[in-house]
């Protein structure tokens, strides 16, 4: 199989971790025989101080001339004075906007060997398996209008929370569908006994869940589903929300794996040219270090064999090499526990590469996962 990926390494620790996952991917084309090209693009501020924008044309056109798209990271505090226009996330809800990427899957999922990493008890967080599924490009990040205003001689700001029943059908529809190949159960978040747009949305619920009359449904007020996500996570299967509900929610999740370095995700489009990339943000703190976690860019490349090109064995064998280097006690430092092997990014990436390579470790590795 030969596919081109446009490659956006970003800002911070963007360049490190995407860097890390196309040597896993090249690892795959070498254990599978395919052939993956890769081009890059620039995005954030490191567009802006190279381009003057966050999003420069000539990345767009690359990636609509993709397969897929691998996105490390965006911002940093160096450009957050800058004006609204060019600020590094600008080019983020750009991108998503221009490419109609309108649904982010975000899967939770609890590593054995990493329930030390947890600041919750083992018996809360052993077993959880849940995916949030995110409508992206419409609510408070996209409404007009956002911006700066004076009323009455004050200063003042407004932003607009704004969406058609079309944009929370689809998202809805597709939280279903997810759901009905998994446990069958969604859990719709809002916060229905204030805002106008969650009445909407909670409609919207109830009118998709009549064609999955096997998929049990939930209506969860925002606010308690996150004492939930901490409390009792295993509760859900499917969580369905809004932008923001989601964003919020997603990264509250990521303490049920110890750590913002474990999640992946993937951001769907209605044209099947979808982006993938780590929830976690740019770091820049400890950028240029070698010590950023890759494996959330690692298990997002895996994501993207799996949604884009239909490659299922592939991408499980980079999620059990995954689990087997993390099985062995190697760690980078945001997951490091008593009695692990602390390495660095590029030390993980070539355990994680290895145990792709070694055609009889990981067929013994998928076996043991079965």
Known sequence: MDKVITVLPGDGIGKEVTKGAIEVLEAIAERYGHSFQFEYGLIGGTAIDE??????????????KSDAILLGSVGGPKWDKNPSHLRPEVGLLKIRKELNLYANLRPITFFKSLAEASPLKPENIEGVDLLIVRELTGGLYFGKPSERQTRDGKE????????????MTKIIRLAFELANNRRKKVSSVDKANVLETS????EVVEEVAQDFPEVEVEHVL???????????????????????????????????????????????????????????G???????????????????????????????EEAQAIEHAVNNVLDLGYRT???????????????????????ILDREAISNIMSAYK
Request: aromatic share 6%; net charge negative; hydrophobic share 40%.
């Open 51 to 64: 381009t003057g924008s966050p999003l420069p044309d000539e990345t767009l056109e690359k990636c609509r």
């Open 156 to 167: 003042a700001a407004v932003d607009t929370l704004f969406y058609t029943r079309e944009e």
């Open 199 to 202: 009445k909407l949305w909670r």
């Open 222 to 280: 925002v606010d308690n589903a996150a004492m939930q996500l901490i409390t009792n996570p295993r509760r859900f299967d499917v969580v369905v929300t809004e932008n923001m509900f989601g964003d919020i929610l997603s990264d509250e999740a990521s303490v049920l794996t110890g750590s913002l370095g474990m999640l992946p995700s993937a951001s769907l489009s209605y044209t099947g040219l979808n982006l993938y990339e780590p929830i976690h």
């Open 282 to 312: 740019s770091a820049p703190d400890i950028a240029g270090q070698n010590i950023a976690n890759p494996l959330a860019t690692i298990l997002s490349a895996a994501s993207m064999l799996r949604l884009s090109f239909g490659l299922e």
């Open 333 to 355: 430092k945001d997951i490091s526990a008593t009695g692990s092997k602390v390495l660095t990014t590029d030390e993980m990436v070539a355990e994680v590469k290895a145990s």
